[in-house]
Nanobody, 127 residues
Framework: VQLQASGGGLVQAGDSLRLSCAASGLSLSRYAMGWFRQAPGKRREFVGTHRRSGDSPYYTDSEKGRFTISRDNAKNTVYLQMNILKSEDTAEYFC?????????????????????WGQGTLVTVSS
């Protein structure tokens, strides 16, 4: 299984950016796909997760309304659309996959709930 994140870069505050996560070796429709980020010196934190098709995605309050996760199962790719970027969004962004389903949404917020991880893609937002 491989997850390949891409699309990071240097942008200005207020700009938009779309990250992609291409999956291989798994059938995306069977997995919940999460996005996490990690700023230098900080813990990896949950950004959002797109559960299996048909289920509502979860986001943190700070990202709700600015970030949108979508998926294209035919392309085995998940996207993170980020709008109105802020300097505090600067971090390395990771995608992750879990085949498990959880009754409690809080499990999706934890990095330990995901079996597979891609390498990060760096997003730098200048103010």
């Amino acid at each position: 299984v491989q997850l390949q994140a891409s699309g990071g870069g240097l942008v200005q505050a207020g700009d938009s950016l779309r990250l992609s996560c291409a999956a291989s070796g798994l059938s995306l429709s069977r997995y919940a796909m999460g996005w996490f980020r990690q700023a230098p010196g900080k813990r990896r934190e949950f950004v959002g997760t797109h559960r299996r098709s048909g289920d509502s995605p979860y986001y943190t309050d700070s990202e709700k309304g600015r970030f949108t996760i979508s998926r294209d199962n035919a392309k085995n790719t998940v996207y993170l659309q980020m709008n109105i970027l802020k300097s505090e969004d600067t971090a390395e962004y990771f995608c992750a996959a879990t085949e498990r389903t959880f009754a409690s949404r809080s499990y999706y917020f934890s990095p330990t709930s995901y079996e597979y991880w891609g390498q990060g893609t760096l997003v730098t937002v200048s103010s």
